[in-house]
């Protein structure tokens, strides 16, 4: 173990449960690991010979995307299995279950249907190209209404920015452009940040509200303390900042595409992020 060094990717020959390591320090007598079944471990360099590994076997999504060592709480650390069973405790009757149906995905597919309805695509330019800004506003309205994602707080300074005429243009045409424009998301990401700014409304759940609903297979909704909590329990680095900003998004969605293929290992089958969200504000929740 004496060419062990930070950074390196390792297995405990003895505690093959707890997966694969990430070394976080060494000194001369022990080495402290980050392994993603059992979290952070210090281990006698006398007593334990770790196994480096390399090449694809190295590879693991949660090492990759690693809070810094200073952050990691193995008193708040939970392992994927662990959160399952939280999950569960909460749903026996797991994802397909009534209870889990009614109170997680009932709202945000109603929304999800209403926007089909709504403000598909093609409905969408016709608005658009007719300048009837109010009827995009008063939709997508009444589509965030029928969802349970936004406080009363929250929605009631959404709805207040739009009576304006010249924020009702602002908003419908920068949220097709996010929806359906041709650039890349990054960027369309960005200018809709940019315009929710000019109306005073930019704040992460609605910057990223209209994009979940839209295409719960493809985008997630980032309520704050729900995501820190989540991140930090799970020891994934999310680059948070207040301000809405693509590199947190992006750091947010690979956490939830991660927790979304770990749960079709574990044989919990998400049909999207919706499912996957709500996966989340179960670990998230202050326990």
Sequence with gaps: MSTISQGDRVFHPNKKEWGLG??????????D???????????????????????????????????????????SFVTLPAAIERFQA???????GKQFIKEEREATLRGYQFFIQLLD???????????????????????????????????SAFYGALKAPLNQKTFALALFDYLYGTASEEERFKLFVRSLDLLALAKWPLATLFGFIRFPNERIF???????????AI???????????????????RLYNHLRAGLLEEGTMPRDLIDVQSFVNSIGQKQ
């Design 22 to 31: 990430r070394v976080l320090g060494v000194t001369p007598e022990n080495v």
């Design 90 to 96: 909460a749903y026996p009757d797991g994802l397909e």
């Design 121 to 155: 695509q093609d409905e969408f330019a016709t608005l658009v190209a007719d300048g009837r800004y109010q009827d995009v506003c008063d939709r997508a309205c009444h589509i965030e209404s029928v969802t349970a994602l936004q406080t009363k707080s929250e929605k």
């Design 33 to 75: 690991v980050f392994f993603v079944g059992a979290g952070a471990k210090r281990l006698s360099r006398s007593f334990v010979g770790l196994e480096y590994v390399e090449g694809r076997e190295a590879k693991h999504p949660l090492l990759d995307n690693l809070i810094e060592t200073a952050q990691i709480d193995n008193n």
């Design 235 to 253: 020891c994934w680095r999310i680059n948070y900042k207040v301000e809405p900003n693509w590199r947190t998004y992006a750091s947010v969605l």
């Design 222 to 232: 980032i309520k704050p303390a729900i995501v820190q909590n989540a991140a930090k």
